[in-house]
């Protein structure tokens, strides 16, 4: 006699728990991805804006997604206006990463609907923390 567990819920939890990333600095988008899959989430990663709205169109299940504020074709903050304006986006919690120093860059990520902004360069424990804060806004 073999005791099973019937339930499984790594795999949908995985599933469930996927994270947009967008940044067009390829050392960036290897380090988050890396970060996050540490972390037990799904990464989908997008060289550029307009690589991530493509994705969007066609996939809105993520638990959140991550930009950089500076892209070609579409920057973050555009993204994120997109995002606002579509039903099963909305619901999407974002965080906003610049290295960037102008302060605008923050308040236009706030105001497009962002719920997280991250300076570049960040360490480990930083994207961590603000990790944390984004998905809890995905909770709800």
């Known amino acids: 006699m073999s005791t099973q567990d019937s339930k499984a819920p790594v795999p949908d939890n995985k599933e469930r728990r996927r994270i947009l990333v967008a940044d067009d600095d390829p050392a960036i988008l290897r380090l988050v991805s890396a970060i996050l899959e540490k972390e037990n989430y799904g990464v989908v990663a997008a060289r550029d804006g307009r690589e991530a709205y493509?994705?969007?169109?066609?996939d809105p299940h993520f638990t959140a997604a991550?930009?950089?504020v500076v892209m070609p074709h579409i920057s973050g903050p555009e993204l994120?206006?997109?995002m606002k304006t579509e039903e099963r986006l909305m619901r999407i919690p974002v965080m906003m990463?610049?290295?960037?120093?102008d302060p605008k860059l923050s308040s236009d990520s706030f105001s497009a609907g962002a719920v997280v902004f991250l300076p570049k360069p960040f360490t480990t424990a930083q994207l961590h923390i603000m990790l944390q804060m984004l998905v809890g806004k995905a909770s709800r």
Do not use: W
Request: aromatic share 12%.
């Open 54 to 58: 493509k994705i969007l169109q066609s």
């Open 66 to 68: 991550i930009f950089d």
């Open 80 to 82: 994120v206006r997109y």
């Open 97 to 101: 990463m610049t290295a960037e120093q």
